[in-house]
């Protein structure tokens, strides 16, 4: 049994059967490898029911790009990547020339590690207002792509699905993208990590409030989720640094390594219920983020935000998004 709490697929097939994703029933993964830019993207797709029920995921597509570039201040690795992850979301839904898209910023944008939709949404190339006014030498070059961050529940009082379906309602876009915060179980994935989805997405998942889930079945549109795991639950930073002191340990005290062999035996989901219990008396469920948060998050957001400026537009370079974005 999985206890631990993460976001990503890929590490919902690693729990359950390694790297390789293999033996799975209903879930087929593929990795490709970038060495010379340091990126590698595994593709995991849910083909049934089966599938779905062993991963705790609804039937899809989970494409997930890791890069320890991403937390780099490294503008060139930084639009490698955005265009890698253009090519993916191609791939994972095609787009008439016509076609409007609805872009939601989910997240609180007071709430650094939570802010990421909203500072995306800044950084758009939004279109959908331009009509007759748009600059001759981008004719047929653009798609009509609106943004929209609409806060957290706990400032509006609204459900953001509510306000979304709304909008959808009024609007009719025939694609909706979500960029939402997520939580990771491997620390290492935090900040560095890319996962699109075209599954829809659970507002607040990564920091354990789910609400109401936006996806194709409650609002009568596609919907592509874009998230970055931007913090790890502390039970799960404490069970990680537990096995590296174990590991230490038993190298240190060999007449003790039996014990510590012991210890490490134990099923990682089993060592992080016992931590769990142990700590919610004094840490509650507490999340953790790396102090350089600020200036990765906004990296971060120029990533995706290129990835779609890019992807959504045809003809469009990033030279031509720097261009028109000023």
Not at 82 to 87: H, P, S, V
Request: glycine letters at 10%; a negative charge.
């Amino acid at each position: 049994m999985n206890n631990f709490r993460t976001d990503l697929a890929i590490e919902m097939a690693e729990n359950l059967s390694g790297a390789s994703g293999d033996n799975i029933p209903g879930v087929e993964m593929t990795v490709e490898e970038d060495e010379n830019l340091g990126v590698r993207v595994t593709w995991v797709e849910i083909t049934n029911e089966d599938g779905a029920s062993a991963m705790g995921k609804p039937m899809g597509n989970y494409i997930t790009l890791e890069s320890e570039a991403m937390k780099e201040n490294d503008a060139h690795s930084h639009e490698e990547i955005a265009k890698i992850l253009a090519r993916k979301l191609g791939r994972l839904h095609q787009l008439g020339e016509d076609a409007s898209i609805l872009i939601i910023g989910l997240g609180n944008r007071h709430v650094t590690p939570d802010a990421l939709g909203p500072l995306v949404c800044e950084k758009l190339l939004v279109t959908r207002h331009l009509g007759d006014t748009t600059p001759a030498e981008l004719h047929g070059r653009l798609r009509a792509v609106a943004a929209l961050a609409p806060g957290v529940m706990g400032i509006t009082g609204i459900e953001t699905a509510e306000i979304v379906k709304g909008v959808v309602e009024k609007t009719a876009p025939d694609l909706v993208i979500a960029i939402d915060a997520l939580a990771a179980r491997a620390t290492r994935r935090i900040n560095a990590t890319i996962q699109i989805a075209d599954t829809g997405i659970n507002p607040g998942a990564g920091l354990g409030n789910k609400r109401t889930p936006i996806n194709e079945e409650g609002l009568g549109v596609p919907v592509i989720a874009i998230g970055v795991p931007t913090v790890v639950d502390a039970a799960t930073l404490v069970n990680d640094t537990m096995t590296q002191i174990l590991s230490v340990m038993a190298e240190a005290s060999p007449d003790n390594q039996p014990f510590y062999n012991m210890l490490d035996s134990m099923h990682d989901g089993e060592r992080y219920g016992i931590i769990t219990e142990i700590m919610s008396p004094y840490a509650g469920n507490m999340f953790v983020t790396p102090k350089e948060v600020d200036a990765v998050i906004s990296c971060l957001a120029r990533i995706i935000a290129n990835t779609l400026n890019i992807a959504l537009h045809p003809g469009i370079t990033l030279d031509d998004v720097g261009r028109y974005l000023e």
